[in-house]
């Protein structure tokens, strides 16, 4: 499954030049790993940083305009990093599969004179088998410029030109050229993007109006589709649901059956069976805790589950003891070979515990108010800490991870 090997993001909120992994001009860097997670004190940019991935992947499928005023950002001038004048930049450098060359992508984003958000430019690169160079094969600028098609099953530098005036610069090129089929690279990527999960979960849009009854495939960002998606795993892959639920019974004791009942009214009702209890409770009477932990689990249970998959801050309204199960249910999802690539922001050092420092990337604020990132693996003296047994979170918790 595809993969991010690095990411950055410029003059997007307290971002004003943040890198995570390998990047084109810092190929010697570690790729990022199956699993990410971002620590941090509050205010320091963790929310940013998973909202650059949420609005990458909401320019993708509404336009740039849409994806500055969604999930209440508030416009442009409201996300560009304040006091900066040039565009927001976005890069993301990834691979398709292994034993194929990685590619980067790099956007950027500006207003025009009527103050209106549009595509200013969109780069495609490949990286040549043993970092021979970079081919460039997407050049857009203003909308105009070129695809050098690869023509599949040809030789490596079999390429026609395309030249290109995109009519709608506040959509992505991607889009209109994914679509279109264009390049398998670009089809690719805009497929790879357009499966992002960005998990908004609220356990009050579960609990709220109740969705009409239906098998739906996948949960969706606020997680308000559960019982339908129960309702797919029940009918189409009754082997796993069951796995779920030896999963989550051996978390939350009790719960010995999940099913849905279709109201008179066609709307459909989560029902959690508990040993205890002749009636069930619905999910309008479940704690926080008990439904994240269930709605995670559906998601990583996905037959089919999305290549990039990111959550803020797990830990809330679970017990302390469940986040390092969890932490470990991550990891052993993204290294699948079918897996999802997992990004997690967090302040919990119980779900820390559980990682390796080449995993966890620490995010702070500088001196000029800007946020700053490291890998927590750069520091010598936390290697050597861990690997004498010493928890990392532990370590986090007791300031061994501050700057000194």
Request: charged residues 30%; aromatic residues 10%.
């Amino acid at each position: 499954m595809a993969r991010i090997e690095g990411f950055q993001v410029k003059n997007f909120k307290s971002l004003k030049d943040v890198k995570l992994g390998r990047l084109r001009d810092r190929g010697e860097e570690q790729p990022l790993t199956p699993v990410t997670a971002v620590i941090g004190k509050n205010g320091v940019g963790k929310s940013a940083l998973f909202d650059a991935f949420g609005f990458l992947a909401d320019a993708l499928k509404s336009g740039v305009e849409e994806a500055c005023d969604a999930r209440g950002r508030g416009g442009f001038e409201k996300i560009r990093t304040q006091g900066q004048a040039g565009p927001i930049e976005f890069e993301v450098f990834y691979r398709e599969h292994e034993n194929e060359p990685s590619i980067m992508y790099k956007i950027t984003i500006d207003v025009d004179e009527k103050e209106r958000p549009y595509v200013l430019s969109e780069y495609m690169y490949e990286i040549l088998k043993n970092g021979r160079g970079i081919v460039s094969f997407l050049l857009l600028d203003n909308g105009r410029g070129s695809l050098r098609k690869k023509k599949k099953g040809g030789p490596e530098y079999d390429f026609g030109v395309i030249h290109l005036d995109l009519e709608d610069q506040r959509k992505l090129g991607i889009a209109t050229l994914g679509n279109l089929n264009e390049d398998m690279r670009v089809s690719a990527f805009q497929r790879f993007l357009e499966g992002w999960h960005l998990s908004y979960f609220s356990p009050e849009a579960v609990r709220g109006d109740l969705p009409m009854a239906g098998p739906q495939k996948h949960l969706n960002t606020r997680g308000d589709n559960l019982g339908n998606v129960v309702q797919f795993m029940e009918r189409e892959h009754p082997e796993r649901f069951q796995a779920i639920l030896n999963n989550i019974a051996g978390k939350i004791p009790g719960i010995d059956r999940i099913d849905t009942k279709k109201a008179p009214d066609g709307r459909l009702l989560l029902q959690f069976n508990d040993e205890g209890f002749d009636d069930p409770f619905y999910a309008q009477q479940m704690s926080d805790g008990t439904l994240k932990v269930f709605a995670y689990l559906l998601l990583l249970e996905d037959p089919s589950p999305p290549p990039f998959l990111c959550i803020e801050e797990p830990e809330n309204g679970l017990y302390h003891k469940l986040l390092e199960s969890l932490a470990r249910e991550f990891r052993e999802h993204s290294q699948r070979q079918d897996g999802s690539q997992i990004f997690i922001t967090t302040h919990q050092p119980y779900l820390v515990d559980a990682l390796e420092p080449n995993e966890v990337w620490i995010l702070e604020k500088g001196a000029d108010g800007f946020s700053t990132i490291r890998r927590a693996s750069d520091d010598p003296l936390v290697n050597n800490m861990v690997a004498e047994g010493l928890p990392l979170g532990g370590l986090w918790y007791s300031d061994y991870l501050d700057p000194r």
